[in-house]
């Protein structure tokens, strides 16, 4: 298991945190190493939409960057429904459309999984962690087992693996 209680000692999926009674501090952990890597997978994200729109313009991708992909409104939802529609309109190909929709599904596992993290609730029942979420308007609760954070890291991994795989296929178009 992922959480065990163990002299107050907290193995967690990608590293390990001590700590003694005020668990907030492994709460914390949690939460920003998830997001932390979820931001990986949207900068992949912003990099090709840059270089979709500003080709190989360094400047010019920076300034649209700043301008327009870093401003709260531009979220990491709408990046991923701007990459839907540059596969649906053949601007980024896959071999099938099967593998299209395998990568738009395992980029939007990414962005539910950073939301259920950073809105929804940690907590500890009998030395095992929770995440508790809101889901298509239903409460969801989650066990962060060792298998729950290995899939999560997979997925993470995949994903920015695939991002930056399809950059470089852009960056030799362009």
Not at 22 to 45: F, N, Q
Request: proline fraction near 0%.
């Amino acid at each position: 298991m992922l959480f065990m209680v163990c002299s107050n000692v907290y193995i967690i999926g990608w590293g390990r945190c001590c700590m003694g009674e005020d668990r907030s501090e492994e709460l914390a952990t949690i939460r920003g190493k998830i997001i932390s890597d979820a931001l990986v997978v949207e900068s992949g994200l912003d990099d090709i939409i840059s270089l979709i729109f500003m080709g190989k313009n360094l400047e010019s991708a920076y300034l649209f960057k700043e301008m327009l992909l870093d401003k709260e409104f531009f979220t990491f939802m709408n990046k991923w429904k701007l990459f839907r529609e540059f596969t649906k309109r053949g601007m980024i190909s896959f071999e099938s459309d099967l593998v299209r929709k395998e990568v738009l599904t395992l980029i939007k596992r990414v962005i539910d999984v950073r939301d259920h993290f950073a809105h929804g609730s940690i907590d500890f029942e009998n030395n095992f962690a929770r995440l508790t979420f809101i889901e298509g308007g239903e409460k969801k609760t989650v066990i962060l087992s060792d298998e729950y954070f290995s899939v999560l890291k997979e997925t993470f991994d995949n994903a920015v693996r695939i991002l930056n795989s399809i950059n470089e296929v852009l960056k030799n178009k362009v």
